[in-house]
């Protein structure tokens, strides 16, 4: 069974650091899609993040480029999500999520799987 779990979310200062990681359970990272989404209070899930087979990250936020990285470990089947600058704004609950197919799309990505979620909050 394929499963997803995050952990990494915390209480962090505005221009803190934090990374998630997801660990993948029941396959294998390659040839699937992986990434993160977030959703902050009251506002809908929104894409963040990619990586793929071709281990470039693709963005779908504009918010996050220089500050957010994406990095996996196929060895040890995780994936990182490295947050720097953090701002107040990007206080959400962050989702770990994987579709097969290997190859990021440029922009809607609409993944099977989705993980349970780690909260990350920003706030002095």
């Known amino acids: 069974q394929l499963q997803l779990l995050e952990s990494g979310g915390a209480l962090v200062q505005p221009g803190g650091s934090l990374r998630l990681s997801c660990t993948a359970s029941?396959?294998?990272?390659?040839?699937?899609?992986i990434g993160w989404f977030r959703q902050a209070p009251g506002k809908e899930r929104e894409g963040v993040l990619c990586?793929?087979?071709?281990?470039?990250?693709?963005y779908y936020q504009h918010s996050v480029k220089g500050r957010f990285t994406i990095s996996k470990d196929n060895a040890k089947n995780m994936v990182y999500l490295q947050m720097n600058s953090l701002k107040p704004e990007d206080t959400a609950v962050y989702y770990c999520?994987?579709?097969?197919?290997?190859?990021?799309?440029?922009?809607?990505?609409?993944?099977?799987?989705w993980g349970q979620g780690t909260q990350v909050t920003v706030s002095s």
């Open positions: 999520v994987a579709e097969p197919g290997g190859e990021c799309p440029e922009s809607t990505f609409s993944p099977w799987y």
């Open positions: 029941g396959f294998t990272l390659d040839h699937y899609s």
């Open positions: 990586i793929g087979d071709k281990n470039v990250g693709t």
